[in-house]
């Protein structure tokens, strides 16, 4: 038995004698076998009825003590890999956050370089001189160059990637508030191309009701 377990097991054997009616509770001890091994025992000590003498039962429980300290280090693991997942998962998110706010500055950038250096110079070229067919042109240029970092735009082409550029096009106008025909002049496609091109906006969206007004429904995304 080990030094440091001595006192321990005084202690038991005094609950145990002849002035104690019930058995000790249970106590761990360390104790070594032939093999100079060690064991961990549970030990009870109860009073030999009309004697001075006190019986001791010893139980071995090294394998359960074993196990408990695989168990005890395996929790210490799992801790530390939850701590480094949660330290992870922090890191991501301030990741995350940066990516977002270093995306939003480039647009604003876009946005405001487009106004500053393209949108002065578009104004100029329009005047009494251009004929129609360049006025539209102009127009079209004009337009898009307002939309390229506009929220309609990034909403339209990035939750809805099957849309052709074509319908990206006709989706703009209808949301600036233009008609079949005002689409029809400005893109130079037919009537019939225009509507068919409203259906499949219909469509891809599922805007299936006809009261549903296909000009609130895009101006709603751009909000």
């Known amino acids: 038995m080990f030094e440091d377990d001595l006192p321990k097991v ?9 002035h104690s009616r019930t058995p000790s509770d249970g106590h761990e001890f360390r104790i070594t076998n032939n093999r100079n091994g060690v064991l961990n025992v549970l030990a009870n000590v109860a009073a ?18 074993m196990a408990e300290e695989v168990l005890k280090k395996r929790e210490q693991e799992l801790q530390l890999k939850s701590q480094s997942l949660e330290e992870a998962n922090t890191a991501l998110k301030v990741l995350l956050k940066h990516r977002e706010e270093d995306k939003a500055t480039l647009e604003e950038q876009v946005l405001a370089n487009v106004k500053k250096l393209v949108l002065p110079y578009l104004e100029k070229l329009k005047g009494p001189r251009l004929d ?20 309609f735009l990034r909403n339209l082409s990035s939750a809805y ?22 689409i029809n002049r400005l893109l130079n496609i037919s009537t019939t191309a225009v509507d068919f091109h409203r259906k499949n906006l219909r469509s891809k969206f599922g805007i299936k009701s006809k009261k549903t007004n296909l000009r609130s429904f895009f101006t709603s995304l751009y909000s």
């Open 10 to 18: 005084k202690v038991l054997t005094r609950a145990g004698g002849k």
């Open 132 to 151: 129609s067919s360049q006025r539209v042109h102009i127009e079209i240029i004009d337009a898009h160059l307002n939309d390229i970092a506009s929220p």
């Open 161 to 182: 990637l099957s849309l052709t550029p074509r319908e990206i096009e006709v989706a703009t106008l209808v949301k600036e508030g233009k008609t079949t025909k005002e």
């Open 48 to 65: 030999i009825p009309s004697t001075k003498r006190v019986v001791m039962s010893l139980l071995d429980i090294t394998e359960r003590k």
